[in-house]
């Protein structure tokens, strides 16, 4: 097969500002891709560096594809604004032929793609398929069945495929889902619950995320949908838009520059955060809080996508809030990202609050945040499970994952604080 070329103009938010130019290579067995500040954006007072990494310079960006990571054939940036697996499951039906990584990323709505960054045609137009416009809440229970019937029949019929498709977006994870309008008109993800769950998925992570509120944790808004049926969907504002613009994101894993998605440790985002965040103390002790209860309430899918930073202006950058928080109850304990290179991926509160000087917390205000923390867990896992309409029996069955082992040792640290 011939090699083939594309180009595309890369631009930023609403004002379509243009940052640079992205090329991208495909011979049929190799993918690659290179990317270039333009002038404009290297010179403009709003100009800032897409990444860490990819500091503004006059040199171009590099990436290509291997076979243990085919979808490093484009830069960090871009992928994080690509479609997940639900979204590439079905843009491969809707779309014929082989798809290289570009045709994933420019197949997504421009209007629900995560982000800031835009792409656009040679007449200046943002590329993307002509979809429906994006759902309004009314539409929820037509595409929950839409969902179960694309996940019955991935080969069903186009007009699932492209409901789904032009709603679906660039959203994290394996589920189904969909991007919807609240009765505001703002972006937000509606997550199906799939016929193939055994335990109320969709309402306990709603209860969990409220629950990250209680204690203190920067959690996504979110809310359980047709809470009366046997198939609620929960519904999880979008934080990457504001009034009349987008807010240019990053996966954690783009943020420190790591090559896949798991492997890496907290400390690592930590010590990109404390160069480059917005009030790094700050932000230090956010992402500190998030590793206290990420254990606390036995989350074990906690990889580098499901953590992810907000462009706040001049370069610096701030921890969006937590989202895909999942308590596992009978799951073996562990962590996606690990504390530190010294306890490794071993979900531990006693290796936690050891790495507190890591995150620049003393160790006396980690025990402080630690015994708050779990208090309110103890008090308040089930009134938050209960109001995400989860059932006595449905609770009872979550119980190991917010009282268990290192809750005990949680709690009898905090005893010996007083």
């Known amino acids: 097969m011939s090699k083939t070329t594309r180009r595309v103009r890369v631009v930023l938010g609403e004002r379509l500002r243009p940052v640079g130019e992205l090329v991208f290579e495909a011979d049929g067995r190799r993918q690659a891709s290179m990317f270039r500040y333009a002038d404009e954006w290297r010179s403009a007072s709003e100009g800032f560096a897409i990444a860490p990494d990819m500091p503004l310079s006059e040199s171009p960006f590099h990436a290509s594809a291997s076979r243990e990571r085919p979808r ?56 993307a398929r002509v979809y429906p416009p994006v759902p309004r809440l009314s539409a929820l229970d037509e595409l929950r069945r839409l969902a179960g019937a694309a996940e019955d029949n991935p080969t069903g019929g186009v007009s699932i495929r492209d409901m789904l498709v032009g709603s679906a977006s660039s959203l994290g994870g394996a589920r189904p889902k969909a991007n919807v309008r609240d009765l505001s008109g703002d972006l937000a993800i509606a997550k199906f619950t799939s016929d193939r769950d055994t335990m109320p998925v969709e309402r306990v992570e709603v209860a969990t995320l409220a629950l990250a509120r209680a204690a203190g944790v920067n959690a996504a808004q979110a809310r359980i949908e047709l809470g009366a049926t046997d198939k609620p969907v929960a519904l999880i504002k979008r934080f990457d838009r504001t009034a009349g613009d987008r807010i240019h994101y990053l996966s954690a894993q783009s943020f420190i520059g790591a090559g896949a998605a798991t492997g890496a440790y907290y400390t690592d985002i930590a010590d990109v955060l404390r160069a480059h965040a917005f009030d790094p103390a700050a932000q230090l002790t956010e992402l500190y809080r998030r590793v206290l209860f990420t254990i606390l309430v036995s989350n074990n899918d906690d990889h580098l996508k499901n953590h992810g930073l907000l462009h706040a202006g001049g370069g610096r950058w701030v921890l969006s809030p937590a989202f895909d928080i999942n308590p596992q109850p009978s799951r073996h304990r562990h962590l996606e990202t690990g504390i530190s290179e010294l306890s490794g991926h071993a979900a531990s509160i006693e290796a936690a609050v050891d790495a507190a000087p890591f995150f620049d917390i003393e160790r006396d205000a980690a025990v402080a945040m630690l015994s708050g923390m ?45």
């Open 72 to 127: 490093s054939a484009i830069l960090g940036p871009f992928g994080d604004g690509a479609p997940d697996s639900w979204g590439r499951g079905l843009l491969r039906k809707a779309l014929p032929g082989a798809l290289t990584e570009l045709d994933y990323l420019l197949a997504v709505d421009d209007e629900t793609r995560q982000g800031a960054l835009r792409y656009l045609d040679d007449d200046g137009r943002p590329l």
């Open 374 to 418: 779990v208090t309110t867990i103890d008090e308040r896992w089930q009134e938050c499970c209960g109001e995400a309409g989860m059932t006595a029996r449905e609770i009872e069955r979550y119980e190991p994952a917010f009282d268990h082992a290192e809750s005990r040792i949680a709690r009898r640290i905090a005893r010996g604080r007083r």
